[in-house]
């Protein structure tokens, strides 16, 4: 992903330059048609000129790389301990009958303005240990308790089945923003890159990625203070990647999120949750701490 950035941004330089080039040629050329066009001392060398600028193949000038600054409001502070687990552990019961434990003995506390990344194998329960968080799964053992000023946006791919396939986009974000003028949602739909007449598209004939977009957007503008992001970036493409990244950095409030994209995450957390054989390590630094670490204990 990091290595893609870096290639279109040189492309994108690389045509500006050769644009540049080829219209400094051009105007050259032109100048030289329009001096002599007149005289009949230089007719042959002026039609030979014509002729050449006909064949040439024109470069365009790459398009602008359209971004629209939103500012999204600032959510409301929460107050310091946003989420505080003690000796929490959840169990899944198996068809057969059997149990499977998924992590046990969670003991910790997510403080305020922290952006965590809860990581581990797959299957590790990193989606379960999230949605025993927000209550979407009830704990086994022990407690998790979300502070009482705690205002909780969650992003799954579950989460997208809830939009209503009936309403058309503006409908389903003025349905879920009450208070927001048509001006802010089409503003921030922009943001999220539907512009025009896209706004009406129905949302039961989104892509999995527009209708991410259509949750994200939703989530961000409304006035929460917990982010609990479940693999984000899935259907997400690079645009739409970036914006949804810029909109989490500037995001005044705290963060838990579980993802495969690896610069997503170096660019956003602080802290890391491993959840590893049922139990769960803390690292105290960013995902590049983390990777050290990890590497370092490999060996």
Known sequence: ?????????QRREQQIAAHRRQQEMLSKEEDFIARFAARASHAAQVQSRVKKLDK??????????????????????????????????KVWKKEDGSERQVFRGV??????LNKIAVTGVNGAGKSTLLKTIV???EASQGSVVVGPSVR?????????????????????????LPDA???????????????????????????????SRVLLAMILASPLNLL????????????????LLKAVQKFDGTVLVVSHDRH??????????????????????????????????AH
């Open 56 to 89: 040439i193949d024109r470069i365009e000038a790459p398009p602008e790389t359209k971004t629209i600054d939103f500012e999204f409001p600032t959510p409301p502070r929460s107050g310091n301990d946003v989420v505080r687990m003690i000796d929490l552990g």
């Open 181 to 211: 003028s048509i001006g802010f949602i089409r503003n921030l739909l922009g943001a999220f890159l539907f512009s025009g007449d896209d706004v009406d598209k129905k949302i039961g004939v989104l892509s999995g990625g527009e209708r």
């Open 152 to 176: 909780v946006g969650y992003f799954s791919q579950h989460a997208l089945d809830l939009l209503n396939p009936k309403n058309t986009i503006v409908e389903e974000l003025s349905s879920r």
């Open 228 to 243: 609990v992001l479940d693999e984000p970036t899935n259907h997400l493409d690079i645009e739409s990647r970036e914006i």
């Open 264 to 297: 997503f995450l170096k660019e956003i957390v602080n802290r890391v949750l491993e959840i590893h054989d049922g139990e769960i390590r803390t690292y105290d630094g960013n995902y590049d701490y983390y990777l050290e670490k990890k590497e370092a204990n």
């Open 1 to 9: 992903y990091e290595f893609y950035l870096k290639e279109r941004e």
């Open 107 to 112: 003991t910790g506390v997510v403080e305020r």
């Open 135 to 137: 209550g979407e799964t």
